[in-house]
């Protein structure tokens, strides 16, 4: 799985509006309007309320794959329908995991989530957007980490058993990854002298 989004579109380091937000603040307005979207459209279609649980996220992952059909015809469609499942899916992970959002201008497909106890960024509209094309040309797997901390999630990773194709593209595939590079970064942490400092907003923006 890919795990490095250098050299790709649409991703861009923090800039003049950036927008960081604490751990302890609510997120950004315009999250909430997104994510709020695609719980009124999961509604709509399965008069099924979300409620930003990992619960929740097989409902989503059924919603993506009916999507990328009714997109596919209506490729006007595919812009607000990846925001809304994105945003949807980075506030679950953000309840559920220690991390913040950092938004860069008006462009959602930059919005990520920075975690606090491990250096791992996550882009969960990007990570909507693979859902409903499988571009991966345009669009990667939504994740960045230093190369060794890369290294050790992909070796955990190929120890998992094969996922078929639609699993693969699942967003909630992508939480298990977060859930297991988690886990496995605090462990490989635990033998460094240094592994067990949290990071901050401004650690992201230095890249370190």
């Known amino acids: 799985m890919d795990t490095d989004s250098s050299a790709k579109p649409g991703i861009s380091p923090a800039g003049a509006h950036t927008l960081v937000t604490d751990l302890d603040e609510?997120?950004?307005g315009k999250?909430?309007?997104l994510a709020a979207a695609a719980v009124r459209f999961v509604l709509a279609k399965y008069k099924v309320e979300l409620d930003f649980t990992p619960d929740t996220l097989p409902m989503v992952d059924h919603y993506a794959e009916e999507a990328r059909a009714a997109v596919s015809g209506a490729p006007e469609t595919l812009a607000l329908t990846a925001h809304a499942?994105?945003?949807?899916l980075g506030e679950v992970v953000r309840r559920h995991h220690a991390c913040w959002w950092r938004i860069d201008d008006d462009d959602p497909g930059a919005w990520r989530l920075e975690?606090?106890?491990v250096f791992l960024t996550f882009y969960p509209v990007q990570v909507a957007y693979?859902?409903?094309?499988?571009?991966?040309?345009?669009c990667f797997s939504g994740f960045?980490?230093?190369p060794a901390d890369r290294d050790?999630?992909?070796e955990r990773l190929e120890q998992l058993p094969a996922v078929s194709e639609e699993e693969y593209y699942a967003p909630s595939t992508k939480v298990d990854v977060i859930d297991i590079a988690v886990d496995a970064l605090l462990a490989r942490r635990a033998h460094d002298p240094s592994g067990t400092r949290a990071f901050g907003p401004d650690d992201y923006a230095r890249g370190a």
């Open 152 to 154: 050790a999630l992909v």
């Open 26 to 28: 609510p997120p950004p």
């Open 85 to 88: 499942i994105g945003a949807y």
């Open 130 to 138: 693979t859902a409903l094309t499988r571009d991966e040309e345009k």
């Open 144 to 146: 960045e980490l230093p």
């Open 31 to 33: 999250v909430l309007e």
């Open 115 to 117: 975690f606090r106890d």
